[in-house]
């Protein structure tokens, strides 16, 4: 009984945690993931379910990837069992991801938002191999977005790798995380949804969002290169 509470807590932690803190820190990625791997047709918006349709099934690809992330981060911390080792082994993985991700996402709001910038859309040809550049080091599936980005620093995933140390074992550790994964990812997929329903096909809500990928971007690139 003990367990299985300690267990439900790790699962209420992402539930509320993804309601309160995820869809602050994590939506840019969730906005990018649906830009980035949802087909030009379907992006198009001219049969929305197909746009829906390919929208979910790039997001459940990258929650899929970031949960695993989670349960190896879960492993680790179970089997470890030492907090100060444990901070230790993440910390560069944490700043590296942080700089990649936030270079990516300052890079795809610049070129989404070029037409809107003079000084910017005069750089075509530049911005043009700057894309280029991107599409080849970007991952090609969201599967491998997500494991990625599942080593991003976050408060909310420190307290449940932490809390996993005392777990006792790395499959104790992996479980407890994969309940935390899963409880983050109803959050997120809502904000896909909305982004589906709202932002995708209206011209003002899109540009708002590209702009917030854009900020949030430069703090994720600010935050890794800080330390």
């Known amino acids: 009984m003990i367990e299985t509470i300690g267990l439900l807590g790790f699962l209420t932690l992402g539930l509320l945690g993804g309601f309160g803190h995820c869809i602050g820190m994590c939506s840019p990625f969730v906005l990018f993931v649906s830009r980035r791997y949802v087909p030009p047709d379907a992006a198009r918006g001219t049969n929305p379910a ?39 082994a993440l910390l560069g993985l944490q700043r590296a991801a942080s700089v990649v991700a936030g270079a990516a996402l ?3 709001a610049l070129l989404a ?8 859309a005069g750089s075509g040809k530049l911005f043009g ?17 997500g494991l990625f980005l599942g080593l991003l620093p976050c408060g909310l995933l420190y307290s449940a790798v932490l809390a996993a140390v005392a777990r006792g ?30 932002a995708r096909h209206r011209t003002i809500l899109n540009r708002l969002s590209q702009v917030f990928i854009l900020a949030m971007g430069a703090w994720f690139l600010w935050s890794g290169l800080a330390g």
């Open 129 to 145: 191999r700057v894309a280029g550049a991107m599409k080849g080091r970007v991952p090609g599936h969201p599967f491998a977005t």
């Open 169 to 198: 074992g790395a499959l104790q550790g992996a479980l407890a995380l994969a309940l935390f994964g899963l409880g983050t990812a109803p959050a997120l997929l809502g904000i896909s949804l909305a982004d589906e329903l709202l």
């Open 106 to 108: 300052v890079l795809w």
């Open 113 to 120: 938002l070029a037409d809107l910038v003079p000084a910017l």
């Open 50 to 88: 197909e746009s829906r349709r390919a929208a979910l099934i790039a997001q459940l690809w990258y929650t899929v990837g970031r949960i695993l992330t989670y349960v190896a981060l879960g492993a680790l911390a179970g089997a470890l069992g030492g907090v100060v080792e444990l901070a230790g």
